[in-house]
């Protein structure tokens, strides 16, 4: 097992944090979050260019084809300028399941424009009547040889921008995912902001009717790509996350080499230097536990207890350093126009995000009680 960056993966880091230093500058920014738009379509764009955006679709279908592990790199860099894009929702809720699962036909529909940067992707896993996203309340009857969507989904991120929305329902013969118009006649969106500005939806459905040729795939195990889908979505996560907690410790670093008190610098104190060195060890564990899941997905393994593992790293940690950065700047931590303070929010949403570390916790523990200790391959 060697988690030594791959030249690919490298060249890809290289080159995302190449656009991404350039363009999401802070104050690029700060002028985008106070935009009604919310969403940096020109860096969206520059990074279509780059072909970032189509690191893991099949070159038949205009990108990259790389796979997961290829995409972690362009998360972390995303995750150290946190600019407003809709990444984790096109790039892994949209495009990984189209990918995998979609059939010839759904791949050219969407696959190239998303690459392109002209369409954006997104999934709805959390049922406003369930608890399991694998046993969803929302109902898909079959009709005249398409179906009739009725339910609620929640937390849909950019649901209201995006071009398709991949929603699971239940179904007579079991858990299905659907390709839904969020436009479609008997789709209400809802949408409101989270603390760090990005839209999450709601979707109300009352009587949608879908082709069906927009169920995904030709495999009816629903299920089966609910789990496949949430492992990636949480090691995605956990990719940012470490993205934000480095860059955000960055920060800290350099502030306490400059800040002087008592004519001295703060980064000479011993409390400090401690909480530091806390925050490394934890941005570590972080990383070490991501790619090892990650590791896991591009050899074919199975990999559900690393991705809750990895989240449960990326929510407990990605938490600590966000507090220690706030906190050894003082007062300068209080001042929303100032960087950490936008490192802070996306930490504590990255660690709510399908599950704090809480969650995590329980999913493994439920696991081990049905099927005890594993031994890892």
């Not at 020109?42 to 084809?65: R, T, Y």
């Amino acid at each position: 097992m060697n988690f030594d960056l791959s030249e690919e993966q490298q060249t890809i880091a290289e080159l995302a944090r190449e656009i991404l230093v350039a363009e999401a500058t802070h104050e690029r920014v700060k002028e985008i979050e106070k935009s009604e738009a919310w969403f940096d379509l020109e860096l969206w764009m520059k990074l279509a260019e780059a072909n970032l955006l189509g690191i893991a679709i099949p070159e038949s279908f205009a990108g990259m084809g790389f796979g997961f592990a290829e995409m972690c790199p362009l998360l972390e860099e995303l995750g150290r300028q946190l600019p407003p894009v809709p990444a984790l929702a096109t790039l892994v809720l949209g495009s990984l399941p189209l990918v995998e699962f979609g059939t010839e036909a759904q791949q050219s529909e969407y696959l190239p424009r998303i690459a392109s940067g002209e369409a954006i992707a997104s999934a709805a896993l959390i049922d406003a009547d369930s608890g399991s996203a694998s046993t969803p309340a929302t109902r898909a009857r079959a009709d005249g040889g398409g179906f009739v969507l009725d339910g609620g989904k929640r937390g849909v991120p950019w649901g209201d921008r995006a071009d398709v929305i991949l929603v699971p329902a239940s179904t007579d013969d079991g858990v299905r995912v659907f390709l839904l118009d969020p436009h479609a006649d008997g789709v209400e969106v809802t949408c409101d902001s989270i603390s760090t500005g990005e839209p999450m939806c709601d979707l109300h459905l009352r009587g949608v009717r879908v082709a069906a040729e927009s169920v995904l795939g030709t495999d009816a195990d629903g299920v089966g790509f609910i789990e496949w889908l949430e492992e990636r979505a949480l090691i995605a996560i956990c990719a940012m996350q470490v993205g934000a907690s480095a860059r955000a410790l960055e920060i800290t670093s350099d502030y306490a080499r400059e800040r002087e008190q008592f004519n001295v610098p703060i980064g000479s104190f011993q409390a400090v230097q401690h909480r530091a060195a806390d925050a490394f060890i934890d941005l570590e564990a972080m990383r070490w536990t991501m790619w090892h899941a990650a590791w896991r997905i591009s050899q074919g393994l199975p990999a559900r207890r690393e991705a809750w593992v990895a989240k449960f790293w990326s929510a407990e940690a990605g938490s600590r350093i966000a507090n220690s950065s706030l906190h050894l700047h003082a007062g300068l931590g209080s001042d929303v126009d100032y960087p950490i303070q936008r490192y802070f929010l996306w930490s504590k949403a990255l660690e709510l995000n399908l599950g704090g570390a809480t969650r995590q916790l329980a999913r493994l523990g439920r696991d081990m009680a049905r099927t005890g200790p594993q031994e890892q391959v």
